[in-house]
């Protein structure tokens, strides 16, 4: 089956620096990345005010929000027109391998490069939850089937495990190849340059990969890929009525009809190849529908939105992926997938405090520091509803549920609430302890001034050889009472 249409926008979740909480105030260290803050073109009423200056406040001048957004808002960046990733890779389709052996086929593609739209390379960084998405939308130049795009898609999600090797298939005749009489650097050599890769011989193409990609896109970020093994795929497919009519349908345990394309964009949302196959139960749990013609889908690994539409269908729905997708539901998805990964940075933090910070005042106060700021994130990113669309509002209630949000949300709740509880436990043995020391010092003071007055009295009321024997005995009687209160004391510190 030809599609009509497909994108595949690849995300890579990370955290800055160690990931700690309330400690970045700036997203990017300035000029040292070859990223700038992101001017485009949003559409205004298709969320809630405080859901869009979220999201949006970093892209847009209105006078309504500050010029400047704040730390607790989202943060998108584009790359610099002079980068020299952009200049000598981007702006080139790349061919990548489909199949192995005799099946194999080649498909060329391309990175999008509309740079006042989602439809670029982007860089999305929460800074107050150290946290961010790297965005690289890709687009098929060649005509694709679902097989395919099933194919092409697991093979680019699996980033680390087995990174699919590309190369550029550049169509400019000043395209220079490395030959033996150039004396300058060819374009190959300054696309190994920019991506830190060695020259290739006289007549060959540089091979590269995209993590190798990455690692040149993110040169100068300190950052950690909370799963360095894959990425994340949002993929838009649209199919032609005629396609979608003439496929089986398969009925369910539930008495329902279920179109044979489902399986594929299942399949496509889960960034997994053609060979596994799917239940009933697991395709009618990821895919659900919002329009007759608009089907939703979403997983842990990736999510996606599949149109049917012809030439003669309305604008809208022709033109979906400029119209509702850019503006609207990948924004959804974007807010999704940063509100998962905070979660999960918080899991990730809170399970790596330390057992017992009594000891480490610097610790203790790290804790209370980064848990204030979990619990106000933990309160500002909770959203039932983002839109006053309904579809909107579903295809974020259907993501939230299959990211795992909302339990995940609960496990950071319990963790929080036992963590603070031990804070206050700690906070009240602390003031305890030191309540007893100035008890401890007072007593000692206590005992001293007892000692000398005694001494007085006993120098005064006998002659000089019986007071020196009763002031040994008073002084031994003294140190008894302070060895039974030294023994008492100890009791108690050794209990904490």
Not at 165 to 187: E, F, H, I, M, V
Not at 417 to 443: C, H, N, P, R, Y
Not at 449 to 472: C, E, F, P, R
Request: aromatic letters at 10%; one cysteine or more.
């Amino acid at each position: 089956m030809k599609l009509r249409k497909a994108i595949t926008f690849l995300m890579m979740p990370f955290y800055i620096g160690n990931g700690r909480f309330g400690q970045t105030s700036e997203a990017l260290p300035h000029g040292a990345t070859r990223w700038e803050p992101c001017r485009m073109k949003i559409e205004n009423g298709a969320f809630y005010p405080h859901i869009q200056q979220f999201l949006q406040s970093s892209v847009t001048n209105s006078g309504d929000w500050p010029q400047t957004p704040r730390s607790s808002d989202l943060h998108i960046y584009s790359l610099l027109a002079s980068d020299d990733v952009r200049k000598h890779l981007i702006r080139w389709p790349m061919v990548m391998r489909l199949g192995s052996g005799e099946a194999a086929t080649t498909l060329r593609i391309a990175f999008m490069q509309s740079d006042l739209s989602l439809f670029s390379p982007k860089l999305v960084v929460l800074p107050t939850a150290s946290v961010g998405l790297l965005i690289l939308p890709l687009q098929p130049l060649d005509e694709i089937t679902d097989k395919q795009l099933v194919r092409m898609n697991y093979l680019l999600h699996k980033i680390s495990r087995r990174p699919c090797p590309l190369r550029l298939c550049p169509t400019d005749p000043n395209y220079r190849l490395p030959q033996a009489n150039n004396r300058g650097r060819g374009s190959e050599e300054k696309l190994a340059d920019a991506l830190n890769l060695p020259h290739p011989a006289r007549g060959e193409q540089v091979t590269f990969t995209l993590p190798q990609v990455v690692e040149a896109l993110m040169r100068g970020i300190d950052y950690r890929v909370f799963n360095p093994d894959m990425f994340h795929a949002f993929t838009y497919v649209q199919i032609s009525t005629a396609d979608w009519h003439s496929a089986e349908h398969t009925k369910t345990e539930h008495g329902n009809h279920l179109n044979e394309r489902m399986y594929n964009f299942a399949r496509i949302v889960l960034c997994i190849n053609d060979k596994y196959r799917l239940s009933h139960m697991q395709v009618e749990k990821l895919v659900s529908r919002s329009f007759q013609n608009v089907y939703m889908g979403s997983s842990a690994s990736g999510g996606g939105i599949m149109t049917i539409a012809d030439d003669d269908s309305p604008d809208f729905m022709r033109n979906f992926h400029t119209d509702s997708l850019q503006p609207r539901y990948l924004w959804v998805y974007i807010l999704a997938l940063i509100q998962q990964h905070t979660l999960l940075n918080m899991t990730r933090w809170l399970s790596s405090m330390p057992s017992d910070p009594r000891s480490d005042q610097a610790t203790l106060k790290q804790m209370r520091h980064s848990l204030k700021h979990m619990s106000e994130l933990n309160v500002s990113m909770r959203f039932s509803c983002i839109s006053d669309y309904s579809q909107h509002n579903t295809f974020y209630r259907h993501c939230s549920n299959n990211l795992g949000t909302l339990t995940l949300c609960g496990e950071v709740d319990r963790k929080i609430a036992t963590l603070t509880d031990m804070l206050e436990q700690l906070s009240d043995q602390m003031k305890e302890t030191l309540q007893v020391w100035f008890t401890v010092i007072l007593a000692l003071l206590t005992l001293f001034s007892a000692t000398n007055d005694g001494l007085d009295v006993i120098q005064k009321m006998m002659d000089h050889t019986w007071a020196w024997v009763v002031g040994v005995l008073f002084i031994f009687a003294m140190l008894c009472l302070f060895g039974w209160l030294a023994q008492r004391f100890r009791r108690f510190f050794s209990s904490k």
